[in-house]
């Protein structure tokens, strides 16, 4: 595939590997050495993405007017969005699979154009907008990490007021976010400090020390409030649980527009057809299948008239069995609002209601 392909699109690249079925939006500019691009690839329009070698792996997505300037590597992770206006500064950059970043993402705003200006983000990361990265030193954030919007992260402080020559420090020091944590709105965290597995940092906290894992952290400075003990639910809870949470997705898809009727008892489980308003062909069937033993249950969303579907499995791991379709997409979607983090290879979006689909048609 050469620079021809995508017309509009200026493409300064000595080696480029494209896969099928990739877009590239009008007035985009890319610099690289060695650029790669999986299948089913998005960059969106006006983008200006410079790095020595650049990835993005099948599915990624780059949203509009994205600006990133990265020295060695950017690289993108199957099925990762990064959504628009991301203006990202530093020497190394990557991001793991399926996660979401939101818009007018700020990766820089400070020397970060330096050795240690690395940012590290895992798999399955949920980041919601206007959240700045200050990687003047690394800033690793580990998987199902999720930042809430306007979160602030810095490794370098600095005040002409207090100068290293009359004893005061200058705090250069990367940050650490271990598997699992939340990051609440508007939450800072300054250099040098790692917070924990599984700890959440309540709406506006300042983390100015390290915090242990599995506590709630609040204040400024932030401060441990309590230790989180969560109590497991054992297999019957379990699949009550999943129940409930079919039964409100149900309900939901009323709201966007599906005609939703429930078929019957299936193995002493659940069963809907779900219908789509727009055309007869799309029709699906639900199944919730609960089981005895360590795996609860398993939910089923399969097309009419196919053999198979996708397959939900509410064990421990979670896991999906089969490809996603739309249905099966605003399935996932939904339990990863309800925090139930499904891994598959790729992002999922909800269906849009058609009361909103209509005004944008």
């Given at each position: 595939m050469a620079a021809r392909d995508f017309p509009g699109v200026e493409l300064r690249v000595q080696r480029m590997r494209v896969g099928?079925?990739?877009?590239?939006?009008?007035?985009?500019?890319?610099?690289?050495?060695?650029?790669?691009?999986?299948?089913?690839?998005?960059?969106g329009p006006g983008c200006d993405l410079r790095s020595a070698r650049l990835e993005v792996g099948?599915?990624?997505?780059?949203?509009?007017?994205?600006?990133?300037?990265?020295?060695?590597?950017?690289?993108?992770?199957?099925?990762?969005v990064v959504d628009a206006g991301a203006d990202v500064v530093c020497r190394q950059w990557s991001?793991?699979?399926?996660?979401?970043?939101?818009?007018?993402?700020?990766?820089?705003?400070?020397?970060?154009?330096?050795?240690?200006?690395?940012?590290q983000i895992g798999h399955r990361c949920q980041i919601a907008p206007d959240v700045t990265v200050n990687p003047t030193e690394p800033v690793l954030i580990g998987d199902e990490v999720g930042i809430s919007a306007e979160v602030a992260i810095?490794?370098?402080?600095?005040?002409?007021?207090?100068?290293?020559?009359?004893?005061?420090?200058?705090?250069?020091?990367?940050?650490?976010?271990?598997?699992?944590?939340?990051?609440g709105f508007r939450a800072v965290l300054l250099p040098g400090v790692r917070v924990g597995a599984g700890t959440v940092v309540a709406a506006s906290a300042t983390v100015s020390r390290s915090l242990p894992a599995g506590v709630l952290a609040a204040?400024?400075?932030?401060?441990?409030?309590?230790?989180?003990?969560?109590?497991?639910?054992?297999?019957?809870?379990r699949r009550e649980a999943v129940a409930g949470l079919l039964e409100a997705w149900m309900q939901r898809?009323?709201?966007?527009?599906?005609?939703?009727?429930?078929?019957g008892a299936r193995r002493a489980g659940l069963c809907w057809r779900v219908t789509g308003s727009d055309s007869s062909d799309r029709c699906w069937q639900v199944a919730w299948c609960p089981q005895d033993g360590e795996l609860p249950g398993v939910a089923e969303?399969?097309?009419?008239?196919?053999?198979?579907?996708?397959?939900?499995?509410?064990?421990?791991?979670?896991?999906?069995?089969?490809?996603?379709?739309?249905?099966?997409h605003d399935l996932r979607d939904f339990l990863r609002r309800a925090t139930w983090l499904f891994p598959y290879a790729g992002n999922s979006r909800g269906l849009v209601p058609e009361r909103f689909a209509r005004l944008l048609g």
């Amino acid at each position: 595939m050469a620079a021809r392909d995508f017309p509009g699109v200026e493409l300064r690249v000595q080696r480029m590997r494209v896969g099928e079925g990739v877009r590239i939006g009008e007035g985009t500019v890319i610099v690289a050495d060695d650029l790669v691009l999986g299948d089913g690839a998005v960059i969106g329009p006006g983008c200006d993405l410079r790095s020595a070698r650049l990835e993005v792996g099948a599915g990624g997505q780059v949203g509009e007017g994205s600006r990133w300037l990265v020295a060695d590597e950017a690289v993108l992770g199957v099925g990762t969005v990064v959504d628009a206006g991301a203006d990202v500064v530093c020497r190394q950059w990557s991001v793991g699979e399926g996660s979401y970043l939101g818009r007018r993402l700020r990766v820089g705003a400070g020397a970060s154009m330096e050795e240690n200006s690395v940012v590290q983000i895992g798999h399955r990361c949920q980041i919601a907008p206007d959240v700045t990265v200050n990687p003047t030193e690394p800033v690793l954030i580990g998987d199902e990490v999720g930042i809430s919007a306007e979160v602030a992260i810095f490794t370098h402080g600095y005040h002409a007021g207090h100068p290293v020559r009359d004893g005061h420090g200058a705090a250069f020091a990367g940050v650490e976010v271990e598997d699992g944590a939340w990051l609440g709105f508007r939450a800072v965290l300054l250099p040098g400090v790692r917070v924990g597995a599984g700890t959440v940092v309540a709406a506006s906290a300042t983390v100015s020390r390290s915090l242990p894992a599995g506590v709630l952290a609040a204040g400024v400075p932030a401060r441990v409030k309590r230790v989180l003990e969560p109590v497991a639910l054992d297999a019957a809870a379990r699949r009550e649980a999943v129940a409930g949470l079919l039964e409100a997705w149900m309900q939901r898809l009323r709201f966007k527009g599906l005609k939703v009727e429930a078929t019957g008892a299936r193995r002493a489980g659940l069963c809907w057809r779900v219908t789509g308003s727009d055309s007869s062909d799309r029709c699906w069937q639900v199944a919730w299948c609960p089981q005895d033993g360590e795996l609860p249950g398993v939910a089923e969303v399969r097309r009419s008239g196919a053999a198979t579907g996708a397959v939900f499995e509410f064990g421990e791991p979670l896991a999906v069995r089969g490809v996603l379709d739309d249905l099966g997409h605003d399935l996932r979607d939904f339990l990863r609002r309800a925090t139930w983090l499904f891994p598959y290879a790729g992002n999922s979006r909800g269906l849009v209601p058609e009361r909103f689909a209509r005004l944008l048609g």
